[in-house]
């Protein structure tokens, strides 16, 4: 973005890096292969698999500990708090490799830890003010891969999404997957999570049943929020509530309150990360005058969740499953009423 379940679905996604299953190892893939791959919307041609891979944030850092390639990375950058790592099966990772900065990846970084790889996004470490740039890289010999929930659409110089936000995901993985040479680790792991996410689908409430969806990143004088092509559009469409704000070809942006009020949603999703709590946002979003005829905060349906589960990140899936079992509650409640 701009910053930094059940026991069955926390095993099938350990099945990349554990419960007894035996998986490929990296080095099936000689390192001197070339592999070509098709990124944001281009062909780029990586001459042989990345041994120090370096990242930018946590969402992106947890796709490789999914992927079970903590020996493929240098280290990582993101804030002081990764969220709450319970239940989370690649969480050794953190452990495992080096945490080179708790800002942003800077070349400084890169160059000091020998990096061969840079993942990362736009606004999620590639950001042209700080000159933090791929074709920055590139002129310092560094190969870059771009996480696929930030390609620019082309709409606007900042307008981000390509794709719909979980296909983003799954993009990642496959590619990351032939690039590494652990396709079937990355086939495992989009089979386990699109069926996990099917599942929570078969219960969820349809049609007029659904209950409206707003996501609260932050913000007080304009909200920021999720349009199409960020991950909480489908984390609450697939748990079975509307996105109010679906119509927003970008992924992360900002809205009037005015729109809020007049889409009236249902139920709030706050993002909880960084300075201001998750309680702090619940207080403002209730005592906010403009907003004390909106149905969410007229009922008080208020439901968190860590910005790590809505950013592009392989807790997408385990999200969807827990604000399914919320929407599902709101939906039978006023159905019931």
């Not at 792991?189 to 069926?195: G, I, M, N, R, S």
């Not at 403002?284 to 909106?294: E, K, Q, T």
Request: hydrophobic share 40%; proline share 5%; net charge negative.
């Amino acid at each position: 973005m701009r910053k930094p379940v059940a026991a069955a679905a926390v095993c099938l996604a350990t099945l990349a890096t554990g419960c007894g299953a035996q998986v490929e190892t990296a080095e099936s893939k000689p390192a001197s292969s070339a592999v070509t791959l098709t990124n944001c919307g281009q062909k780029v041609m990586y001459e042989k698999v990345p041994e120090r891979v370096v990242t930018n944030d946590v969402g992106i850092t947890e796709i490789m500990f999914a992927l079970g390639l903590e020996d493929r990375m240098a280290g990582f950058a993101m804030p002081d708090d990764k969220g709450d790592l319970t239940g989370v099966p690649w969480k050794d990772g953190y452990d495992e490799v080096k945490w080179l900065s708790k800002q942003q990846l800077t070349q400084e970084n890169v160059l000091d830890a020998r990096a061969d790889l840079v993942f990362a996004g736009w606004n999620y470490g590639f950001r042209e003010d700080s000159g933090f740039t791929p074709d920055a890289l590139k002129k310092l010999g560094v190969p870059s891969y771009i996480l696929t929930e930030s390609c620019r659409n082309g709409r606007t110089d900042s307008s981000r999404g390509i794709m719909p936000p979980l296909d983003a995901l799954y993009a990642d993985l496959t590619n990351l997957g032939k690039l590494f040479g652990v396709e079937k680790r990355a086939a495992t792991l989009v089979a386990d999570f699109k069926k996990e996410v099917t599942a929570v689908q078969a219960e969820a409430p349809t049609g007029a049943d659904r209950p409206k969806v707003f996501l609260y990143d932050s913000g007080q004088d304009q909200p920021f929020t999720s349009g199409r092509y960020a991950a909480p559009e489908e984390i609450i469409s697939k748990a079975g509530g509307v996105n109010i704000t679906h119509d927003l070809n970008d992924s992360w942006t900002t809205v009037g309150w005015e729109t809020v009020v007049e889409r009236d949603p249902d139920v709030i999703v706050i993002c909880d990360y960084g300075d201001v709590s998750a309680e702090e946002k619940r207080k403002f979003l209730l005592s906010y005058a403009p907003l004390r005829n909106v149905s969410a905060v007229k009922n008080k349906r208020i439901f968190v969740l860590d910005y790590v589960d809505l950013v592009e990140s392989p807790r997408n899936p385990s999200a969807i499953a827990r604000l399914g079992a919320y929407v599902r509650t709101v939906a039978e409640t006023d159905a019931a009423s």
